[in-house]
């Protein structure tokens, strides 16, 4: 960290099997006490980041972690309050009985509820990191046939949990007897849908909500949909990811990272690139271009979403 004056928080997004997360309140006598947050605190002098982690959820919840990875890390300024380099994790795997040892309310949600928790200022792109999954189909621009179904739950079952339908089968009217049949399927399965380019669309049909190529999100002033429906936008360098953290964006993609065949003129990002932009964004971002699940432990790492991809997560026919 550069900013010795820099407060560096790690903190866990606990996530059960069922996919409830936890959140707690803000003990009495603390600032800001009663808004929710996600349990953590201050990392001590010398000691690691996991080591912290597993510290405070221990003094705060008496569990013992056992299993997760970095999920988002961002700084955020409170007015005249302090400032924060938030480092957090997701946890999926611990022992012990939970108890609320600092006087803390806390209680498991629906990720969709989260949204509607009076959450700390700097928490609203932690919450939709919570909510969002690491992986990212989005489908190729083909026109759809008629197993597209199968092969987006095959999809789905894989742990592409977020899906992005764009080109033909959202924009010619011709496939919406299909975009009926197939969104209430995908939904039940598990999968969040959201249709690219279209806000009034993904409103008719219900979807999950909507992902905005740059050209569509630079000419907006908010958000096409209200939370909790998702709003992604596609960026490509630090002024699109500015403008899209203004625009109240629940995530956005980034790249391509790698050359692609659907970008053949226009030069990659390459890894630096990426994750130096990607680390100046508060924004969960995926990274896209050339990605495949490979890349995961990597991105993780480096506090990335995940991927998003065509290729890669798209399955093949039987
Ligand atoms: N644990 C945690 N802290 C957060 C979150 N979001 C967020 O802005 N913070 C900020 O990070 C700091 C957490 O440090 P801490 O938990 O050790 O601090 P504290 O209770 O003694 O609070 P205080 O020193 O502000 O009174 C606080 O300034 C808090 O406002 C979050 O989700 N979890």
Redesign the pocket.
Known sequence: MSDPRR?H?V?AVLTRQDGRILAAT?PPG???AGRW??????LEPGESRWAGLCRELQEELAVTVRDGRPLIRLQ?D?DR??R?D?D?WRVTAWDGTLEAREGQRFDWFQPEALTRLD?????TP?VAAARLPDRYLVTPNVPPGPEWTDRLLRAVGQGSTLIQLRGPVVRDPRHRSLLREMLPRLQAAGARVLVNGDADLAREIAADGVHLPWRRASGLQGRPVPRPSLFGVSCHNGEELRHAEALGADFVTLGHVRATPSHPDTAPLGQDRFLALAAATRLPVYAIGGMTIHDLPELHRHSIQGIAAIRSLWPTPD
């Open positions: 407060l928080i903190a803000r603390r600032s800001m947050e996600f349990p953590g605190g201050k955020h409170y309050g302090p924060v938030l957090v959450f700390l200022d700097a928490n932690i």
